[in-house]
Nanobody
Framework: QVQLVESGGGSVEAGGSLTLSCAASGSFFSIGKMGWYRRGPEVGRDPVAV???????TYADSVKGRATISRDDKKKAVTLQLNNLKPEDTAVYYC??????????????WGQGTQVTVSS
């Protein structure tokens, strides 16, 4: 059983900053891709920032220059720093990670989601 637990959401005024954190726990051997997605008023989860084991992180155009994703594989964690927040950043943010579990297979795990609300 694997679990991703997020923290750090909340309400902030436009122009402010937030740091979202996510920690993985449970039985797994390796962590692959880790990322943050968000779901706003529209349906679907859109990628915000994704980091892989190798290669540079990728960011949605809407957050480029305002977001920084970082991972700490020793702590099995990933964080997302969001600066200069805008009302359109309001959404539920989800952590996602590809985890290698028993038997060598990979599973994609999701956190429960954390609300970010930006007021103008």
């Amino acid at each position: 059983q694997v679990q991703l637990v997020e923290s750090g959401g909340g309400s902030v005024e436009a122009g402010g900053s937030l740091t979202l954190s996510c920690a993985a726990s449970g039985s797994f051997f390796s962590i692959g891709k880790m990322g943050w997605y968000r779901r706003g008023p529209e349906v679907g989860r859109d990628p915000v920032a994704v980091t892989t084991v190798t290669g540079p992180p990728t960011y949605a155009d809407s957050v480029k220059g305002r977001a920084t994703i970082s991972r700490d594989d020793k702590k099995k964690a990933v964080t997302l720093q969001l600066n200069n927040l805008k009302p359109e950043d309001t959404a539920v943010y989800y952590c996602n990670a590809d985890l290698q579990v028993f038997g060598g297979r990979w599973t994609s795990a999701w956190g429960q989601g954390t609300q970010v609300t930006v007021s103008s």
